[in-house]
């Protein structure tokens, strides 16, 4: 068991990295498009784009198989909060790109982030095999679908406000976009878990409408949220983006742990462990958040260079 809590950490440790590495490419990218040329055919230029077209493939590729892996071991309570690890890695790519040291509010947010990340590891709440007996539960069922329904809406909500509001519109954009991927995560186990079960030779009626469920939302989800993650850094600077997104991805674990799996504490003291470093880790993704809004205004002056050069001509 401590082996397997381990390695699963080590795997969602590596996911994050693996995801924000690709999200830091694909930002890398959209810096580059003016931003009076993001609104029509914006994603034709991505698509167009090495640096996000690797960036995708880390994201969907690397990180989805080392999380699925992740989901085998310990569970989704613990990986949204071990998968902020790749924040370290954003900013210190931030760094390289903007050619600058790191400052102490980096110094800070990236020991915050490691304090916060051990703490989410030693509250072992782990969600494991034993705990799938709950799919043949009509209750469980109940409960995930609430929960799903609930999180869904909130994203819709999140979303129809960014883009109607003007005001608070890269705060909502960024809420919203973290909602897809709590999903995901929340279904995730199910899915891998019931396809072990079919290759094994195992079959029932809820099950395999719990499978199909399970393929299409993660489906759906991580590609229209990778999509809306887009748009959220089309509209606001990654130094929101990041941080705010991480916060219905942080919050989602404890509900899914406590609420939809009903499971106990294995220490009293674990809740606080996660709670703690939950807390933290928001903290941290702010103070490592300014860095990456610092690769905003390095997009905005090259364009007022290449501006300037073209009046000048």
């Known amino acids: 068991m401590a082996n397997n809590l381990v390695l699963g950490i080590i795997l969602a440790l590596a996911g994050g990295i693996a995801n924000n590495s690709g999200a830091l490419l694909q930002k890398f990218a959209i810096n580059k498009i003016p931003k ?7 994603y034709k230029k991505l698509f167009k784009s090495p640096y996000w077209v690797i960036g995708l493939i880390l994201i969907m590729g690397a990180s989805g198989a080392l999380i699925s892996l992740a989901q085998l071991y ?21 760094v390289k790109l903007l050619g600058e040291k790191l ?13 916060g990340i051990v703490l989410i590891g030693l509250s072992a709440l782990e969600i494991t095999d034993d705990d799938m007996i709950n799919l043949s539960d009509t209750n469980f069922v109940i409960r995930l679908t609430i929960y799903s329904v609930v999180f869904f809406i909130l994203w819709i909500t999140s979303r129809q406000l960014g883009k109607r509001l003007e005001k608070g519109k890269t705060v909502f954009l ?6 897809p991927f709590a999903l995901a995560n929340a279904w995730m186990q199910p899915f891998i878990y019931i396809f072990r079960e079919f290759i ?11 499978f199909i469920c399970s393929i299409l939302i993660i489906s759906v989800v991580n590609i229209v949220g990778i999509g809306h993650f887009q748009d959220a850094f089309k509209h606001g600077d990654a130094s929101k983006v990041y ?22 504490s294995p220490q009293n003291y674990s ?19 300014r860095k990456q809004g610092q690769l905003e205004t390095m997009g905005k002056e090259a364009e007022g260079i290449e501006t300037e050069s073209e009046e000048i001509a």
């Open 36 to 42: 009076e040329e993001r609104e029509k055919g914006f």
């Open 271 to 289: 809740i606080y462990l996660l709670l703690t470093g939950i807390v933290i880790i928001l903290v941290a993704g702010f103070l490592l958040g």
């Open 243 to 264: 941080p705010i997104g991480q916060i219905p991805q942080q919050i989602a674990p404890v509900i899914l742990f406590y609420g939809i799996y009903l499971k106990i």
């Open 74 to 94: 310990i569970g989704g309570a613990l990986i949204p909060g071990l998968m902020a690890a790749g924040m370290i890695v954003l900013t210190i790519g931030a």
């Open 200 to 210: 094994n030779g195992t079959f029932n009626v809820l099950n395999i409408i719990l």
């Open 103 to 115: 400052k102490l509010a980096e110094y800070i947010g990236i020991f915050s982030m490691i304090i």
């Open 174 to 179: 960024a809420l919203g976009s973290g909602f």
